[in-house]
């Protein structure tokens, strides 16, 4: 198989080719290694390449699974593959290695995908960039020197430029969204619940992380929230599973919906022109898909909320960072940690657990309560994915001198649209619906209710269809290079 025929496969189809016998796991194994020794110099998207998870395939084996033999990468923050680097983007955790897989992980690996390499992250997902000190930055396909988003953005780059037609990310903030902005993906938040985050980690980030992919097509996102929703043992959350499925349910048109949409929510400043142009048009077309669309959108107390959101990350990363240096027999100080994230570290260490908890607990009932009564009478709202297209690389630098809220004051100028429904609990997709007049992708989020994923997607394959992206391509891809 050639590259540029590979990549134009999203995982759904390179799976059907591997059942139809057309071409064989390994065959596919090694085509993604060679789109990444032929791109990865320039990109920079990945901490280790597993060449060895190729090399162990049977040429003959037909793997089990709706995705067997489908290439895959994972990001290097909170998920674990047993025996696999686990490094956090952080000099602190060099060595490393996961112990075991997270039940994520085993609900990867029962579809059947290869897994060949490791994306970046920043320190510990701690920036809506990835540029960690413990590796380089990650150069965004579109355009070399700016940023891929974060903290997903090895794997958003990664994807985009056509390693894999899918790979793993997290969201404790907007970490599959923003980078699926940043980079022209379908980048789809869970509700809070749905895929498993144990055995390690239960309420991380007092609920606000979860955990999807990031992918070219709605499709490989919906069969793959199939294959890995339903709570773990012992989760802290757990949701219902979908009925009949999310994949099955994609080409039924939603009823008539009443829907809430704002260019320029009213809680940030105004977002970059071409991106409330990519607003306005998403609207243009649901109203032609018959909807009701309404200009408005939830009312809460931005202050509260984000020193709580903020509060969170600061107690959240001490503590991770308390318990992996530890585990990695090494002391958390300069020379180990970016200095904002030493910073935090500290700040954290010296907050009161009854202080710290009550500022979190507090900031964000009242946030969920506000914005929970605007979804009383909208089933879905439409607002910008982030303010801005993707930023140069050193813009928002994790090596900072800053305190924890200075650090997040900081960062809503960029990304003020998506922490809060990390707190609400509510899924939210950010869809490439966007190009601005220099042409870079530009996302634009749906939010739903809570449990109302099938909604979502539903709605975004509605656009894909109305809109493709698919023949959308990078300056730096598997599709230039074979050109």
């Known amino acids: ?231 773990g043992v012992g989760d802290p959350y757990s949701i219902p599973r979908s009925e009949g499925g999310f994949a099955a349910d994609l080409d039924h048109a939603p009823r008539k919906l009443t829907i809430g949409f704002s260019e320029a929510p009213p809680w940030a400043p105004p977002p970059q022109p071409d991106v409330a142009a990519a607003v306005r048009r998403a609207v243009e077309d649901l109203t032609g898909m018959g909807h009701e669309l309404r200009e408005c959108a939830p009312h809460f107390d931005k202050d509260a909320l984000n020193h709580a959101i903020s509060t969170a990350w600061i107690v959240g990363e001490s503590a991770w960072i308390h318990a992996t240096a530890q585990a990695a027999g090494r002391m958390p100080g300069p020379n180990t940690l970016e200095q904002l994230t030493w910073n935090i570290y500290r700040e954290g260490q010296a907050m009161t657990a009854s202080g710290a908890i009550l500022t979190v607990l507090g900031g964000f009932n009242q946030g969920c309560r506000s914005i929970a009564r605007f979804f009383e009478n909208h089933d879905i709202l439409v607002i910008p994915t982030v303010a801005q297209t993707a930023r140069p690389h050193g813009e928002l630098n994790q090596n900072a001198d800053l305190s924890g809220q200075e650090w997040w004051d900081q960062l809503q100028g960029y990304m003020p649209y998506t922490a809060m429904f990390n707190v609400t609990g509510q899924p939210s997709i950010s869809l490439p619906l966007g190009v601005s007049m220099d042409g870079l992708p530009i996302g634009v989020q749906i939010v739903a209710r809570f449990g109302a994923e099938a909604l979502l997607l539903r709605i975004a394959r509605q656009f894909e269809l109305a809109r493709p992206w698919r023949d959308r391509h990078p300056a730096t891809s598997v599709w230039s290079k074979t050109a």
């Open 1 to 231: 198989m050639r590259l540029n025929e590979y990549a134009d496969h999203d995982g759904v189809g390179l799976a059907e080719l591997v059942r139809s016998k057309k071409v064989t796991a390994k065959e596919l194994g090694r085509v993604a290694l060679d789109a990444i020794r032929l791109l990865e110099p320039e990109i920079s998207a990945l901490v280790d390449v597993f060449d060895e998870e190729v090399d162990a395939l049977s040429q003959d084996t037909q793997p089990e699974g709706v995705f067997g033999g489908v290439p895959m990468l994972i990001k290097d923050c909170l998920l674990m593959m047993e025996g696999k680097p686990l490094l956090n983007g952080s000099r602190l955790c060099q060595g490393m290695t996961a112990p075991h897989d997270s039940d994520l992980m085993t609900r990867y690996r029962a579809t059947g995908v290869t897994v060949v390499g490791l994306t970046k992250a920043p320190e510990f997902g701690y920036n809506p960039t990835t540029e960690p000190l413990a590796g380089g930055p990650v150069h965004n396909p579109w355009r070399k020197g700016l940023s891929a988003g974060g903290s997903s953005g090895g794997t958003a780059a990664a994807v985009v430029a056509g390693y894999t037609p899918f790979g793993h990310g997290n969201d404790g903030g907007g970490s599959i969204r923003i980078p699926a902005s940043a980079c022209g993906l379908v980048g789809l938040k869970p509700t809070r619940g749905r895929n498993p985050l144990g055995p390690d980690f239960g309420e991380a980030l007092f609920g606000m992380s979860c955990e999807h992919i990031l992918s070219r097509t709605v499709r490989d996102s919906a069969l793959m929230l199939d294959c890995t929703s339903g709570p």
